[in-house]
Every structure is written in C-alpha cells, then in structure tokens.
DNA sequence: TGAAATGTTGGGGCG
DNA sequence: ACGCCCCAACATTTC
C-alpha cells in the first residue's frame, strides 16, 4: 500500500454543497490527506426521489459554484453518474483512495442506500466515517418523556431547545491538497431547461451556491429579521429570509443560520423575531424526525383512517390549480409566483394547499407531486409532513374543520392587494376592496379596471360556501369512520 | 399558522 | 324618564 499519507480521501458532497460547517470536509481537510470531492447524480435507481425540475435547474447552478469554490481551494469537483452503490467503489479503486467521508441523509431510501454503501465497503476494508450537517438535532436524538418519537410540533421543539445551542459552525478549510480524476461535465447533465427555456423568473430571484446564499443570510438578518414576527406573513412584503432552497441544498446549514441569528438578536435564544424565525427551523427539523420515523409519509396518510377518503379526479381543476386560474385570486398568485420564481410565500403556500386539499378535494399526493416539480426548495421531508400537515392526516395535522377563506385570508394579509396585484395583473386596476373577490365587485367598478369575468380572469371553479359544505361533509365521513373503528 | 354560527352585551333610537 | 328593540361589537361554540 502506498503511504498514507498520500492515500485521497473521497468527500462524497450530497446536500451540503457548501465548504463552511462541512463536518466532512472539514475532517478530510485536518487529516492533510489529498481531498477528492465527488457528487453522485442518480436519477434511474428505483425507489430514489429523482429530483424535480426546478431543484435540477437550482442543482446546476449549486454545483457550479461548488466547483468554483473548490477549484479556488485546489481541488477538481468530480461529478459522477449512476447509483452510488455501483459508483462510489468504482471511484476508489481509480483513485486509489481507501477512505470516503459523507454528511448523513435522512430520507429512508437514502438511509438505505448509504448504509448499503457503508457496508460493502467496509466489507473490504476501507474507512467511512459520516456526519451530521444537515440538522440542528438528528431524529433519533430527540424523544418524548417516554422515549418515543415526537408526534406533535410544540413538544419536538421544546425538547429542542431544552438540548441547549448546537455546536458553532466549522469554518471553512483554508486550502485543500487536490486529487484529480476524470468526471462528467455539468452541461452533460443537461439539468438546465431548454425548449422552452422557462427558468427566467428563477434566474431574476435567486443567486444559488453558497455565497449567494451567505448574502441572503446576511440581509436577512440585517433587515427583516427584527420585524420578522409581525411581517411574516404578509406575502407582498419581503419579510421572510427566503433561505429555503438554500438550506434545502445544504449551501448554509442550520447550525450557522442558528448561531448567526443569535449574534445578531444578541439575545440568548432570540427575542421577538428572532425566536420566531428559529421555530421555522424548528419546523424544517420536525419535519426530517416526522420522516425518519415514518417513512411512509411522502405517500401514505399518517392517519390510517384517512386510507379511504373520498378523493375525487378532476383534471379539470387541477389544470386551473396548477396554472393559477382558479378565479381565486390570492390562490392564483401563489400558484403563478410558484411557476414563475419556484418559490411561494409560506403563508400562501397554506392557502393554495388547502384549497387543492379542501376546496377541490383532489388528494394531497397530487398536490406534493406539483411542488415537488416546480420549487426550488422542494424537500422531501417538509414537503410530505406539511401537505399531510394541511390535509389533516399528518402527526398533528390542522383539524378537518380548518378550511381558509382564500378571500379573508387576501384581506387579513394583503390587505393592499399589492401581492395579488404583482402575480395577477389582469387584476390590477381592482381597489383593494374587491381585488381578493372580483365576482362581488360592481359592474363599473370591473369596467374601469379592464376586468371580464370568464374572459379576462375566471370566474371561481368552485363556489367557497358550497365547496366548504362539501369538505365538512367528506371529513365528518374520516370522522365517523375513525369512532366506528374505535368501538 | 380558521371560519362560521351562535350567544351576549350595551348604547342609542324611539314610542 | 323609562323600557323596548335593534344591531354593532365582541365572546363563545361549533364545524
């Protein structure tokens, strides 16, 4: 065997496509070994969650500036294709590497598939040591009194905070010894869109890779983070940080938004908004322990009884959902703020999920499908525990009975219209009174803002008194069922 | 991280 | 001046 010393070490780079508190980096890094960073593309093996396009247009761009970052350090970003199964002991035998490093996942299938990796190469002899950067808490760590996993979002968190600050953040390597090998080409991949080209308005919103997501931070908390818990919820302020998709890519993890929020509310465990906005993160980490634990959940209604909901198809609508032409106009402008920047407003994103869920009645899993394509951030892991969340079949889900008015919900927040008015302009020249409800709007009122209804913008594709009656009704049925089940 | 229906109260118009 | 009624405004309950 060659001299240790010169042997590489694979950094096997998955959601954490960042070079500061990379645990795995950073361990390769201190050994002062050479470092041959890889990332795996698997899009054919069953059962892997192939990304959906909006995430492969951000991946690209994510990865790009990873490589730049490397290369700036000394060292070639390998990108391979294929199942790791089959590609990570191919890579060591050509690198002649005996040691691979990884930041842990926490999906099912990728718990499988890594622990697979883990053990036939460890059969053979090599060295694989994995670690945490993607979580304030890894799942298994947190539990109820009992020493179960958590169902219910309140008591995850307290137990949360109750461990105390994580670690701080590693800084990044300072330079790094290189090993190359030969690899694919990015544009190879062809993850970006063409015919047609639709990722313009992504290209106007985000900077991916892990300075822009270091500048986004850095806004964030000099600005919207002090008035973060009054203006959270108003979609046509820009009051939330937007760090989502590149958390989701792992180009800032956790622990440092965690410690820089700190810093900058100088107060321990956050005052005001600063509390607020680190309860969000809350969330994101009860989703991954919702997951861990339940690893049917991206499919499967976490209430059993819920296992034969009376779901209808309707193409029809869907169409109009997706498409933002549902006649409701605070719905319309998430979903069309979706299409167009691959991201909607949290608050929004409640509204248009529920009205999917409730109003339409179409099942939840379609709905997931639909983000999963088309946001930038989509996550397994929040993804399925919040639609299951809005559904009422989730750990501790919103009641049934919960439905939103999308016309209150436009009137309590954006009173103004400013946010309908910017994703739906057709509607722009209604007064905020009736921007959130055109149908209710007096006749010259419609003529002197252009607005047809059925022509200019549709008419509701259902009625809310009747699609609410209609809702109530199809859940007392999960109800019934349910107490039957009990006796 | 709701909304609607129902119940209660208190001020003011009015006989 | 008194009591009755109406109906906001707010509170409570129900879905």
Not at 90 to 100: F, H, M, N, S, Y
Not at 145 to 154: E, I, M, Q, Y
Not at 179 to 200: K, Q, V
Not at 322 to 331: C, S
């Amino acid at each position: 065997m060659a001299d240790a010393s010169s042997t590489p070490i694979i950094v096997w780079f998955r959601q954490d496509l960042r070079l500061a508190d990379n645990p795995a980096l950073a361990e390769a890094a201190r050994t002062g070994r050479p470092v041959l960073p890889v990332y795996v593309l698997d899009d054919d093996t069953p059962g892997t969650w192939r990304m959906g396009g909006a995430a492969r247009w951000w991946l690209h761009h994510s990865l790009a500036a990873l490589g730049r970052d490397l290369a700036a350090l000394g060292c070639a970003l390998v990108l391979r294709r294929g199942d790791p199964r089959a590609v990570l002991p191919a890579l060591i035998r050509e690198a002649g590497a005996d040691t691979v490093f990884w930041n842990r996942r926490y999906e099912p299938f990728a718990i499988a598939r890594d622990e697979a990796v883990k053990a036939s190469l460890k059969a053979v002899g090599f060295t694989v040591r994995s670690f945490n950067a993607a979580l304030l808490h890894e799942p298994w760590t947190v539990t109820t009194r009992a020493g179960g996993p958590c169902r219910v979002h309140s008591a995850f968190w307290r137990a949360c905070l109750a461990k105390g600050d994580p670690p701080p953040p590693l800084p990044a390597p300072r330079k790094l010894l290189g090993a190359a090998l030969p690899g694919d080409t990015l544009d190879a991949w062809r993850l970006l869109p063409d015919a047609p080209d639709w990722a313009g308005g992504l290209r106007a919103a985000w900077t991916p890779g892990e300075a822009g997501a270091r500048q986004r931070l850095t806004d964030f908390l000099d600005g919207a983070l002090e008035g973060y818990a009054a203006r959270r919820d108003q979609p046509g302020l820009e009051a939330t940080s937007r760090l989502s998709p590149h958390l989701r890519f792992g180009e800032v993890g956790p622990r440092q938004v965690w410690h820089a929020v700190l810093t900058a509310s100088g107060v321990r465990g956050g005052r005001g908004g600063a509390a607020k906005f680190l309860a969000e993160l809350g969330r994101r980490e009860f989703s991954y322990h919702l997951l861990y634990h339940h690893r049917g959940l991206p499919a499967v209604p976490l209430r059993p009884e819920f296992a034969d909901f009376p779901w209808r198809e309707d193409p029809e609508a869907l169409r109009a959902w997706q498409r933002g032409a549902t006649g409701y106009p605070l719905v319309d402008a998430g979903m069309r703020e979706l299409w167009s920047t691959g991201w909607m407003h949290n608050r929004v994103r409640m509204i248009a999920a529920s009205f999917l869920v409730k109003h339409l009645l179409i099942p939840w899993q379609t709905g997931e499908a639909w983000f999963w394509d088309t946001l930038v951030d989509a996550d397994l892991a929040s993804n399925a525990a919040n639609w299951q969340w809005i559904a009422g079949c989730g750990a501790d889900a919103a009641p049934y009975f919960r439905i939103f008015n999308p016309v209150l919900q436009g009137m309590k927040f954006d009173p103004e219209g400013d946010y309908v008015r910017r994703w739906v302009p057709e509607l722009r020249g209604l007064p905020a009174r009736h921007v959130h409800r055109p149908w209710e709007a007096p006749e010259g009122e419609l003529r002197a803002a252009g607005v047809v209804l059925g022509r200019t913008y549709p008419t509701p594709v259902v009625d809310h008194a009747a699609a609410r009656g209609r809702a109530l009704a199809a859940f007392a049925r999960v109800k019934k069922g349910c107490a039957a089940d009990a006796v």
